[in-house]
């Protein structure tokens, strides 16, 4: 038997056949529609007697080979790509939930996804239960006879807490819940929830898989039987995936590991610089000796990943000082991208949570995180010392 390929080998060897031109990287296939060769083959295609490609909101090859590279990565049977991170978890939520069912998710969520839980899923008569990242022992009880799904995102963002994967495979187990988890923070390159017992993966393509700023898109994979329920609500939803950000994502994962492993080096150098200066009361990184949940970040995270959060001493105005400050990094509210990006959480992506919600997350009002690009890492140091201190 072949010996298994590694990580690395899978992203860049993954690849659609080549067409009659033998290019050596995948062609773009810009087209809305696929051409039957008679009318005999186009009732099998339709009939589901063959498959092959019919229109671009159901597949495409562009799509196929993104979404092959992903499950590879995730060690998952199957998936679906859409046109953004959120497409793909309202599609999953959308396509596996119905009317009474209750969601049990983890708090601090991402802003859209808080939204779809708190302001649209109830309109359907969907309920959800925040659980506490810091309480995990209360977990269980928050488990209603109704309860389907359990939806988790670790490392939280921006508090970076991690939620033992393992752990919560094991609830949803015992309780026979769909298990989802929001893989966006670590990417498949350094924590792989499938293998902790989830059953599904959801990406925002946006972030670290593109890696460089450019466009929008998402993913979800994991059991066959899950992402058909999905995948009939997505195809007839049409959230699609386009096939232009589909082949900028399949060309982006071929370089992901080493783009990961770069941002790893320069957030580790960043959270190293941070403990060591007066003006920070504390920084925040998964694999910093710091955190408290270090020996957990080792077990379930390769490395600790591209974020770093830290608290200024001085608070809200201080903080905000510190952003204008900040003169070669940028001030955005992205994160994944080659550049690294400075954000205020407290008065931008979580400014409409109360001070209450905020505080229960983690969300001190001198907190800022750093989404750590693959700029030279004095240079990126650099800013950050001169923004601390001048
Ligand atoms: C950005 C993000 C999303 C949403 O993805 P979009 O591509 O912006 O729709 C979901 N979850 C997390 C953790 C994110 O960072």
């Known amino acids: 038997m072949p010996k298994k390929k590694h990580f690395e080998t899978h992203a860049i060897r993954t690849q659609t056949p080549t067409t ?42 562009n799509t196929d080979e993104f979404i092959a590279k992903i499950c590879t ?48 899923l109830p309109r359907w008569g969907i309920t959800f239960t925040y659980a506490d990242t810091r309480e995990p022992d209360k977990w269980e009880s928050l488990i209603q006879p109704n309860t389907k799904l359990l939806f988790l995102e670790t490392p939280s963002n921006p508090g970076l807490d991690l939620i033992d994967l393992k752990w919560a495979g094991e609830l949803a ?47 979800i994979v994991g059991s066959k ?29 071929e370089t992901l590991g080493v783009r990961m492993d770069r941002h790893c080096d320069n957030a580790e150098k960043l959270a190293v610089f941070l403990a060591g200066n007066s003006n920070v009361h504390f920084v925040k990184y998964p694999h910093h000796k710091n955190h408290p949940q270090l020996e957990l970040a080792r077990r379930q995270m390769k490395r600790g990943g591209g974020v770093v959060c830290f608290e200024i001493k001085g608070g809200f105005d201080k903080a905000k000082s510190f952003i204008d400050r900040i003169d070669l990094l940028s001030r955005s509210a992205n994160l994944g991208d080659t550049r690294t990006i400075v954000t205020h959480p407290a008065s931008t992506t979580h400014s409409k949570l109360t001070e209450a919600e905020r505080m229960a997350v983690g969300i001190t009002p001198g907190l800022i995180r750093i989404a750590v690009g693959l700029e030279n890492a004095d240079d990126i140091l650099q800013d950050v010392e001169q923004a601390l201190t001048s």
């Open 20 to 61: 009659a031109e033998r290019e050596h990287s995948t062609p773009l296939y810009m087209t809305s529609s696929f051409t039957f060769e008679s009318a005999e083959h186009a009732r099998a295609m339709f009939a589901n007697e063959i498959e092959g490609n019919v229109y671009s909101r159901y597949s495409n090859p």
């Open 73 to 120: 990565m995730e060690g998952a049977e199957d998936g679906v790509a859409t046109a953004s991170g959120m497409a793909a978890i309202f599609g999953c939520l959308g396509g596996l939930l119905k009317q009474g069912d209750h969601i049990l998710a983890s708090r601090s969520l991402f802003g859209s996804s808080h939204q779809i839980l708190s302001q649209l």
């Open 225 to 253: 039987k899950y992402i058909e329920e999905i995948r009939f609500f997505t195809r007839h939803t049409g959230p699609a995936l386009s096939p232009f950000n589909a082949w900028l994502f399949s060309k982006s994962l």
């Open 173 to 219: 187990k015992a309780h026979n819940l769909i298990y989802v988890v929001d893989n966006c923070f670590a990417t498949p390159y350094l924590q792989t929830p499938i293998e902790f017992g989830a059953d599904l993966v959801q990406h925002s393509a946006t972030k670290f898989i593109d890696g460089q700023g450019r466009a929008i898109g998402g993913v």
